[in-house]
């Protein structure tokens, strides 16, 4: 078991991992994954509930059930920027669209993140989506896992994390955020 576990935290960070430095090669991230306690927690509590959706598309859209929790990931960093204390018990329900999982992308993008389907921001953000989820698809291939076992599910799972981390952190970049060092030593007397 400790084994397996390995394995999968293994497999999340090499994942996570490529699709920086994927992101950052495209100028959408810089080489630290900005994040947040906020953000990450909500995952925990919504992850069930997307996993539930996003996995009966996997055989027919595995593109988009992956790229999916990216854009779940971008509507909460852009809450969490917003108004946190009114956003952060939002229900789940609140990402779908008028076809609920169907087109949540679209409604992410125009009612969350308040951006045009034809803008430049929104098709930048569409294709670096679709390019982190292809990667993602191909690192699950190179796995060769057999379809519906238990290990297949924990490696969708573990990669839905990943789109969703990398989601929320090119969408905090977007609205500014940025890792700055800083010298503690600074100003202290000597």
Known sequence: MEKEI?????????????????????????????????????????APEYIAEALPEVNSYPEFAIACAGYVGMAVAQWWDEDWGRHHGADY???????????????????????????PEAKQIMNILLCC?????????????????AKAFHIFARTAKVMYRTGAAIQLRRLGYRFHKV???????S
């Open 6 to 46: 390995r394995y999968y935290e293994q497999y999340e960070e090499n994942l996570q991992m490529e699709l920086l430095k994927m992101c950052r090669s495209l100028g959408m991230l810089d080489s630290e994954l900005l994040n947040s306690e906020d953000i990450d927690q909500k995952w925990k509590e919504w």
């Open 183 to 189: 010298d503690l030593n600074r100003n202290l007397p």
């Open 93 to 119: 329900s609140t990402l779908h669209g008028p076809r609920g999982f169907d087109d949540m992308d679209e409604h992410i993008v125009q009612k969350i993140l308040g951006l045009g389907l034809d803008s």
């Open 133 to 149: 989820a292809q990667k993602a698809v191909n690192f699950i291939r190179h796995e060769q896992i057999e379809f519906q076992t």
